[in-house]
């Protein structure tokens, strides 16, 4: 079934099956998003590319907590344009590599297994998505 065909009900159910079977709440999504953009932050590679592009990080991690809900709880929080964003950003091949690999070991530090492999899942497939649509529009 399609999650835009799902009545609240349904996708309510659909967020607590998946809480219970993984974990995944929003209090792990915050330690996560926290987490790995402390690690991101101090990194030589992605923290000067992060710290020229975002003058407010606590609005921007609010953000990122939306996008991960939105993601993996499908709670339709989220709203931005990730493709737009990234496209005007001055990275490559090279950074979003750096990027999972950070977000890997962030996941696998903070998250139940079951969670971080979701959360990892659906990291990658995202970056995929990204570097595919920066390759269009360059």
Known sequence: MDRASLTPAERQAQIVERIASTGIDEAVIERLVRAFYGKVRQDPLLGPVFEAAISDWETHL?????????????????????????????????????????????????????????????????????????????
Not at 100 to 105: G, H, I, S, V, W
Not at 118 to 127: C, H, K, M, P, T
């Open 62 to 138: 609010r953000h990122l907590m939306d996008f991960w809900s939105s993601v993996t709880l499908m709670t339709g929080r989220f709203n931005g344009r990730p493709m737009q964003t990234h496209a005007r950003m001055d990275i490559g091949v090279g950074h979003f590599s750096r990027w999972l690999e950070l977000f890997r070991e962030t996941a696998a530090e903070v998250c139940t297994p079951a969670a971080a492999a979701i959360f990892v899942d659906r990291a990658e497939r995202i970056g995929r998505s990204l570097l595919a649509g920066r390759a269009h529009l360059a």
